[in-house]
């Protein structure tokens, strides 16, 4: 980023409903910055309200919010996510039809954006979901299981008694108990916060979820698969490896092109309603669930599991500061993403809500601010003020 | 036999559970259905909880079990609340008393806090887990929307230390049509009796042209109780049945509260995000004693505490803090 201290300002807006107010990203402080990219910021976050995530209409919201802001501010990145097929399927088991609906729907909207926005696109499912087999209750063990970020396949142990390891380790749905020192290895670069990893990493069988320390209340009806590969439609040859999707849209932006990732949350190999090509969607054994580390393979073009590892010590890292407050788990600007690196405009909307204004970098980001499927309206984010 | 918990005082036999499906009686006992049986058990810092005047920044463990004996048109926490109780039992978590207070210790947690459902319907395992906590000098806090008996209350009274309770109107008609129950009579009279021994703050949530017209009136009740009593306006997010519903106007709501910001000291008007009302002004000075950061109902987080010794560092006031532990 500039070194101009305005330009390095993040400001977070948030509109619910006829009501927005500004404040520092980071702080958390009100803010009074006036910016021409704060000004359209906020008219499109007007223009736009959130419907919900599930009062239908979710995805449409992203197409015309993703719209309005490449008429208004030219970017030649784009990064979209649509989620409203994945909240959808989250809480009640969908029929076959309906699902052939769900997935014809967001096929017309992502190809309603495309038509007319003339961009190049590479689009990828983070990942299909499959029917809850069962639930593994680890609430009870002598030491602490944790499985924050809505992970329901990966939790840690902290802590565990031999009683507790050899429960684990004989347990049907558990397909793997992983040590430390190992899956740390497996996740390559060095950790910042080593004590906040779990002394077991704890892999279930899919379909099966984890019952701990930081699981939402409500119980999902459907799991993410959390399968090997990824579906991935480019613009040229197939794309290896989700960390090969970075260096698709780098090369597009170098050649003058106007590139958009489109990410479409809960949607896998079997759904995707494209012919498309498989990427890996692993790093050795560990498949990424659709989560924020995931999310930063892709826009990074590297694995950062270490930074937001599976079963780690939510709260400890919360308690550490309050930097961030309206970024979820995030404590801190990722870098190195995408958005980041571009000198050019970009732009992000999503309606997968906290990880998008993190994970892309993009200059201005809109997504919607939901919790647990309530709807709080939305929040942009300008990162940059200098490029309009 | 008549249960004596809620003011419904249900008729319990083996097979008659009751408005709230959590009790039935046997050998002239009232007994819980489901035990140590917990929907939830989590770690947030206790701003998520609408207590904004216990420990604040501090760590607390939350928990919940299921049903309520309220049928509000508006309930956010349907899924748990209003469904019946029987039908969730393999999502709950079976956690002993000494489970939840050895987590709370583990955790760091200076309180547990009952924040999912109406604690009247669990009254039994809530009695267990207090002995533990007591123990452990473990503070327990709960929301409640008031509507327990008499003898009810001072049981409530020695299982919990702070409480939150639900002020959700004063009229008999809003009550009768948005709440389900007759009148609003018990949730005062369990107000008043809490709040001489206990910290109690209070939460009234508004819907924008049905109950909007008595915060005044709410104001008046809570000022004659205790004038320190912290007050949570919340902007209702139409839920349940009155999903679809307008969202209540923010700017309309807060013009409505200007003869209550000169009643009471500690008003706050909240659960949207980026709310400019969370902060805690020193009653004597105007000066922000406690700013926080509004998340809506994500909860809400401390951001700086300005306190010395529990008073304004401008002029020595002393602010209304709970900051005790088991019983204090």
């Not at chain 1, 520092?24 to 990219?37: N, Q």
């Not at chain 2, 503070?139 to 299982?159: F, H, K, V």
């Not at chain 2, 709501?253 to 400019?276: C, K, M, Q, W």
Request: with cysteine; hydrophobic share 35%.
């Amino acid at each position: 980023m500039g070194t101009d201290p305005v330009t390095n300002t993040s400001v977070a807006i948030i509109d619910a409903r006829q009501w927005q107010n500004q404040f520092d990203l980071k702080s958390g402080a009100k803010s009074d910055l006036t910016s021409d990219a704060i000004r359209l910021m906020r008219d499109t976050l007007a223009r736009h309200p959130y419907p919900g995530d599930l009062e239908g209409g979710s995805n449409r919201w992203v197409t015309e919010t993703a719209l309005d802001l490449l008429e208004t501010y030219q970017p030649d990145f784009i990064l979209l996510t649509y989620a409203e097929q994945y909240f959808t399927s989250r809480v009640a088991n969908l029929t076959e039809e309906e699902k052939a609906l769900i997935m014809l729907e967001l096929r017309l909207e992502v190809e309603t954006f495309i038509d007319r926005s003339g961009v190049t696109p590479i689009i990828v499912g983070r990942g299909g979901v499959m029917p809850t087999q069962g639930f593994i209750d680890i609430s009870s063990l002598d030491g602490l299981g944790v499985a924050p970020h809505w992970s329901a396949r990966y939790a840690g142990i902290h802590e565990p008694t031999p009683r507790d390891l050899d429960w684990l380790q004989n347990h049907p749905q558990v397909a793997r108990v992983v040590a430390k020192e190992s899956y740390q290895r497996l996740f390559r670069e060095e950790p910042q916060e080593p004590e906040i990893f779990s002394d077991y990493l704890l892999v279930a069988q899919p379909g099966y979820a984890f019952k701990a320390l930081g699981c939402t209340m409500r119980k999902p009806a459907m799991v993410p698969a959390a399968g090997p590969e990824l579906p991935c439609l480019g613009p040229d040859e197939p794309v290896a490896e989700l960390t090969g999707i970075r260096q698709v849209i780098d090369t597009g932006l170098r050649q003058g092109k106007r590139m958009a990732l489109i990410l479409l949350e809960g949607v896998g190999v079997e759904d995707f309603p494209w012919s498309f090509a498989p990427c890996t969607n692993t790093l050795d054994w560990f498949c990424y669930e659709p989560g924020d580390a995931q999310l930063l393979a892709i826009t990074s073009g590297r694995h950062r599991l270490h930074e937001y590892p599976p079963g780690y010590l939510f709260y400890v890292r919360e308690h550490r500061n309050n930097l961030y407050p309206l970024s979820g788990y995030f404590k801190a600007l990722p870098g190195g993403t995408i958005g980041d690196d571009y000198l050019g405009r970009s732009i992000a909307v999503g309606n997968k809500s906290m990880a998008m204004h993190m994970v892309a970098g993009a200059d201005l980001c809109i997504e919607c601010f939901s919790r647990n499927h309530f709807n709080q309206g939305t929040l942009g984010v300008v990162h940059r003020h200098d490029k309009f | 036999m008549r249960c004596h918990y809620c003011e419904w005082r249900c008729d319990l036999t083996a097979d008659r559970y009751g408005r709230c499906r959590m009790y039935y009686a046997e050998s002239g006992e009232i007994r819980e259905r489901f035990p140590d049986r917990w929907s939830t058990y989590e770690t947030v810092r206790i701003e998520s909880t609408l207590f904004y005047h216990v420990h604040p920044g501090s760590q607390c463990l939350i928990i919940g079990t299921s049903s309520c004996n309220f049928s509000c048109k508006y309930c956010s926490n349907a899924f748990v609340a209003k469904q019946d109780p029987a039908l969730l039992q393999d999502k709950m978590y079976h956690l002993s008393a000494q489970r939840l207070v050895a987590l709370a210790k583990k955790l760091n947690c200076a309180s547990i806090v009952f924040n999912v459902n109406e604690p009247t319907v669990s009254l039994l395992s809530l009695q267990r887990l207090a002995e533990q906590a007591r123990t452990a000098g473990i503070a327990l806090g709960c929301l409640t929307n008031g509507y327990c008996t008499p003898e009810s209350a001072d049981l409530m009274g020695s299982i919990f230390s702070f409480f939150n309770i639900s002020l959700k109107g004063l009229s008999g008609q809003f009550h009768q049509q948005y709440i389900g129950i007759p009148s609003v009579a018990p949730v005062l009279r369990t107000i008043r009796t809490l709040a001489e021994h206990h910290h109690v703050e209070i939460t009234t949530p508004v819907i924008e042209g049905v109950n909007d017209h008595e915060l005044d009136e709410i104001v008046a009740f809570i000022s004659s109780v205790d004038n320190e009593i912290p007050w949570h306006v919340l902007r209702l997010l139409p839920e349940d049945r009155m999903k679809g519903a307008a969202y209540p106007s923010i700017e309309a709501i807060n013009a409505g509260l200007e003869t209550a910001r000169r009643t009471i000291p500690y008003l706050y008007f909240h659960n949207f995000v980026g709310s400019d009302w969370v902060n805690t002004l020193c009653p004597n000075c105007s000066t922000p004693v406690i700013e926080r950061f509004s998340l809506g109902c994500g909860g809400d987080q401390l951001q700086q505490l300005k306190l010395e010794d529990g008073r304004c560092r401008q002029c020595a006031q002393p602010i209304n803090l709970y900051e005790g532990s088991y019983g204090n």
